[in-house]
Nanobody, 130 residues
Framework: QVQLVESGGGLVQAGGSLRLSCAASGRTFSSYAMGWFRQAPGKEREFVAAISWSGGSTYYADSVKGRFTISRDNAKNTVYLQMNSLKPEDTAVYYC???????????????????????WGQGTQVTVSS
């Protein structure tokens, strides 16, 4: 089992920044690739960013590319999402999730699909005002 706890959400004006953190406990953190997803009211959960178990490779949704940065610190069992130049359309509950490292790097982009992730945090609200 892996327990994930997100923090760092809040209310910010458009153009501002926030850094989300996701602290993991339980089984070996480095056994997992990590992803961030978000869900806005009335919409489906969508992929935001993902990072390999080593931190050596990352993927981003087109909507956040160039504005968001995912990183991880395996010594601290924590993954981060730095969000800059925030827009009102970034408003959502943000979730971190853990996926087996065995699914990373294949020709199939498993990291895009929420059903590939085994463990999820409870979510943290991000609200961007215009």
């Amino acid at each position: 089992q892996v327990q994930l706890v997100e923090s760092g959400g809040g209310l910010v004006q458009a153009g501002g920044s926030l850094r989300l953190s996701c602290a993991a406990s339980g089984r070996t953190f480095s056994s997992y690739a990590m992803g961030w997803f978000r869900q806005a009211p009335g919409k489906e959960r969508e992929f935001v960013a993902a990072i390999s178990w080593s931190g050596g490779s990352t993927y981003y949704a087109d909507s956040v590319k160039g504005r968001f940065t995912i990183s991880r610190d395996n010594a601290k069992n924590t993954v981060y999402l730095q969000m800059n130049s925030l827009k009102p359309e970034d408003t959502a509950v943000y979730y971190c999730a853990a996926m087996s490292r065995l699914l990373w790097g294949s020709s199939t982009p498993h990291h895009l699909n929420s059903y590939e992730y085994d463990y999820w945090g409870q979510g943290t609200q991000v609200t961007v005002s215009s």
